[in-house]
């Protein structure tokens, strides 16, 4: 180990979502490597393609790759054995970087959405923190942190459509996995991100719309092409310096969030 000063020295965290270099997780993973901590990536669907992009972390040689669908009740049920035998009996954080919505819940056809495809919005966007957290409980059993990624569920935004609601799912469940997970001393957080160029976000019909907002209303510089500021977040609520924060949402949108016009 080379950084013996790392904010995530001896820590062991499962990391989801890993699907390109421009996934927020795989900034998250590639930070929390260089602060010192110990691993585990999952995929879907395709865990071949996230082996090599891990191999461009830090330290690839120590990255395992488990399959996981968040929809998948078998998948999620040998979770807790899989992270075991590569990581032993405790883990201390799990970041959830999952979201998908079918093509007809998003891009401006939310009036005629089927609540068939909303719910696959709300089941893999919103209640897999409930049930990825739940997978792997008995290996937080020494306390941990959960970090989650969401898109300020506060507005409605243009083209984001079933995704808005999926969002405010999901930081409600955030909130309420505090409320009863802060008796082990499980904290549950999320990352507000603003927009960035990653698989999800391309997948939105006119995102590009949506994001030039920030071009002119974000008081920070915004650079759409640099998931490495939510990443920072990420490591920074996997670590011990927010040790009493739980149930909020702290926001890497470069400040428009608090911007009225
Ligand atoms: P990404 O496409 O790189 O990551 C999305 C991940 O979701 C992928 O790794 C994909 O494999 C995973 N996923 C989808 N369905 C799954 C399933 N059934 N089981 C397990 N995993 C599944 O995009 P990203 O932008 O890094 O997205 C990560 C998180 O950040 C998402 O929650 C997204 O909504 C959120 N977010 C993204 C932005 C943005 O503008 N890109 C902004 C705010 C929040």
Known sequence: MTNTSGILEGKKILITGVLMESSI?????????????????????????????????????????????????EHLARLEGQVREHLGDRIDGVVHSIGFAPQDALGGNFLNTPF?????????????????TMAVLPLLSEGGSVVGLTFDAKFAWPQYDWMGPAKAALEATSRYMARDLGKQNIRCNLVSAGPLGSMAAKSIPGFSDLASVWDSRSPLEWDLSDPEPAGRAIVALLSDWFPKTTGEIVHVDGGLHAIGA
């Open 25 to 73: 997780a795989f900034h998250a993973a590639k930070l929390a490597q260089e602060q010192g901590a110990e691993i585990i990536l999952t995929a879907w669907p395709r865990p071949t393609l996230t082996e090599r992009i891990a191999k461009k972390l830090p330290r690839p040689e120590d990255v395992k790759v488990l399959e996981l669908d968040v929809s998948n009740d």
């Open 116 to 132: 068939e495809s909303v719910s696959t919005a709300m089941h893999i966007s919103a209640f897999s923190l409930k049930s990825l």
